[in-house]
């Protein structure tokens, strides 16, 4: 009968028999398998050396065209246009702006940051209207104007209001809201203006208050 100590002596034998056994059929295994993989590998080298110049004139013609939003490709928007005519009685104007945008849903209508038209007059004057904004109708030539309108004549006038509404193809414009202005004939008020004749004649409106300078023209 065998003791304690040699039943232990013979676990350890059969343990280790059995380790080396595993072993070697895990390092035989490895060794089929590297067989196979090592000459697939190899080759796929090779046939990739060999199609590497027809694979890299293939990159080079293709071009990664970015998602483009229809919405905005058809927003278009312009830095600092010009747009120069004469209207039905043959006097020139000047339409400029830091930047127009064309409405997406209506082609015709144009906004415009920091609008300014320039208008020559029957007798040969110069006004200029400008806005902060504005929007502008190319067909039937209608600007309108708001926030900070001015109005400035060549004979030293100028009128602020907020808002005013411009027939360029006519030579006419009008506001609605609150004018006030000043130049060599003194200071006025009013509820609203009317101009004719780019610029010649202005007609305020509304509750009107003039103060006249003295020895000042009177205004034409």
Known sequence: MKGPFQSAVALRSTLRR????????GHSRFVQRTKWTLPAVAAALLVLVAIWPQLQAAFE???FVPRIDLSEARRLRMVQPRYSGIDRENRPF???ADAATQTPRASDIISLDGPKADLTTNSGNWVQLSGDAGTYQSEPQLLDLYGNVELYQDRGNEFHTDSAHIDILNG???????IDGHGPFGHITAEGFTLYNHGDVIIFTG???LVLL????AIE
């Open 61 to 63: 013609h293709i071009r």
């Open 207 to 209: 509750k009107t208050n």
């Open 94 to 96: 000047v339409l400029t």
């Open 18 to 25: 059995r380790l080396r056994l595993d072993d070697g059929r």
């Open 172 to 178: 006419t414009a009008e506001g609605h809201d609150t």
């Open 214 to 217: 003295p020895r000042a023209k």
